[in-house]
């Protein structure tokens, strides 16, 4: 019984050495430890033995177990790390292949004409105000001259918080107030860029959130001659040196006097288009000379310092430099959009 034994543990080995893959291991198995595989058959004859034979069978044939165990694990796990390692070599990155082109982020369209308006204005001297998005009613409107109840303050529609007399800011201006106590008495020459708010309905025309550059200059003698030729310079470098600029009276609380300024269309060239609804100009932006009540809030005395403003919306001159027909596009997170501002 013995040498039988000594036998097919050898038989055993040899198999298991000519196994090759996952499928003839678990084949291998089943033949000699699964339930009826000859080692298990071995260990079931020990019952059949004489008695004085079982103790030295016994341990032999459990050994021959445990080791055949031992080395059917092994040769388990060598099998895996050879399959990992083959597929491994079949994965292998060719180095020498061509990479695939990197997908560069860009500026976003709103972002990259706000630049470009604030380089305009940065070589004219004017340094770039950054001011809160969060207001109080008091900046946005009171100091602006627009005291409670005033009915100009319905050209905002505003949203408010849960806190009293806190909003976000529906236009840039009170940053203007924030920058004249900063620097007051010295002069001011500042752009304020920034995102603003309003409770409006979104239209292809209006969204609840967009940009605006805001523009101050105050100091001792600055008239609407200053206002004029600053504007219609921006106008040229950012459109185009043969722009015709016109002024047109307008209405603002803290601007006295106001208005509207307006280029020759750049799609029909003033001869009117439907983008110009016919009139052959567009509207770019509204300024006007500091109100003296707005001068004397940021600190300054009126009968010695005056001052001009002006205000844009970057979306809606890069709706006019780029033909863009939905202002909604801008923050719709549209990559086919995005993508064309390179
Ligand atoms: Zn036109």
Redesign the pocket.
Known sequence: MLAQLVELEKAARAALDAVADEQALAGWYGAYLGRKGKITEAVKALGELPRAERPAYGQRVNEAKRTLEAAHEARRAAIVHAAQDDALLADRVDVTLPGRPAHPGRLHPATRTQREICAIFADMGFQVYRSRHVESDEFNFGLLNMPPHHPARDMWSTFYTTTPGVILRTHTSPGQVHAMREYCPEPVRVVLPGMCYRYEQITARSEIMFNQIEGLAVGPGITMTDLKGTLVDFARRMFGAERKIRFRASYFPFTEPSAEVDM???????????????????EILGCGMVHPVVLRNGGYDPAVYSGFAFGMGPERIAMLKYGIQDIRYFWGNDVRFLEQFG
């Open positions: 020759d269309c750049i799609l029909c060239g003033g001869r009117g288009c439907r983008v110009c609804k016919e009139t052959g100009w567009l």
